[in-house]
């Protein structure tokens, strides 16, 4: 298929295990970037009704690939509205999870053929993937203490995974990783949240040679 528009503005998706440090870090990048900041599934008013689809845990059992399904139908709708439109406009966009979740989540950890998986991330994206993907990478065990520590409320369908599927999740990123060091940085989540920060903001600069927005 034909590759995605060319633009100006660069996609930086964060990833990794859940209670990784992901949203603190994507709106700290986004905000030292002067960049747009989103989030997956969501997004978008259709993209977070089919948020609130994909993790209810009263939804019963989820076929993967209706799930897959539902994750590149948010992720298409997010693209079209938000991200392709500020790519275009020259903007960065900062995203927390992309279509390496998908591969990571879908592909490692439901055990769907990556092949497939891959192709249909590209399918739905029209061949937009993220110019940088930034793994935080922690313990299933840093992320669930992380987790738990700020949430009171029933556990969503994804974190009521067993621990085995959390720890295949976070195989296949450092797999996906490996495989694609162009595409990659993996930055250890471990430090504090400052220390997180430098080492995200410092990688991202060197990766894509931009400016932070105090430098502008
Ligand atoms: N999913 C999928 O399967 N396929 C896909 O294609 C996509 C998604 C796009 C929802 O995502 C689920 O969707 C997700 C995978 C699936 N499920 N899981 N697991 P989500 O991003 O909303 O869910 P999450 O990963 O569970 O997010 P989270 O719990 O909000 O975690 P986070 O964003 O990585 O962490 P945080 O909110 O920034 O921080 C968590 C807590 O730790 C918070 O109290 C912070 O203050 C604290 N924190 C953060 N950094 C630090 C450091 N460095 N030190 C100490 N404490 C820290």
């Not at 993209?47 to 994909?54: D, F, K």
């Not at 139908?73 to 500020?86: F, K, M, N, S, T």
């Not at 993907?133 to 029933?154: F, P």
């Not at 060091?181 to 920060?197: I, M, R």
Request: hydrophobic residues 40%; charged residues 25%; aromatic residues 4%.
């Amino acid at each position: 298929m034909a590759g995605p528009l060319a633009a100006t503005g660069r996609l930086i998706a964060i990833e990794g295990g859940e209670g990784a440090g992901k949203s603190t870090q994507a709106a700290g990048l986004a905000s030292a970037l002067g960049a747009d900041v989103t989030r997956e599934p969501g997004g978008t008013p259709l993209g977070e009704r089919v948020r609130r689809l994909l993790l209810d845990p009263a939804a019963g059992h989820v076929d993967d690939w209706t799930e897959l399904l539902l994750m590149l139908a948010a992720r298409a709708q997010h693209l079209a509205e938000r991200i392709e439109p500020a790519l275009q406009a020259g903007r960065h966009v900062v995203v927390d999870r992309y279509s390496g979740s998908t591969l990571a989540y879908q592909g490692h950890g439901r055990g769907l053929p990556l092949d497939d998986v891959r192709r249909l991330c590209d399918l739905a994206t029209r061949g937009r993937w993220a110019d940088l993907n930034v793994l935080i990478d922690v313990s299933i065990e840093v992320g669930a203490a992380r987790r738990g520590g700020r949430h009171d409320a029933t556990p969503d369908r994804f974190e009521a995974e067993t621990i085995r599927f959390h720890d295949r999740v976070r195989q296949g990123y450092l797999i996906e990783a490996a495989s694609d060091p162009e595409h990659w940085l993996v930055v250890d989540g471990t430090g504090t949240t400052e220390d997180v920060a430098s080492a995200i903001l410092a990688g991202v600069q060197e990766r894509l040679g931009i400016d932070d927005a105090a430098s502008r």
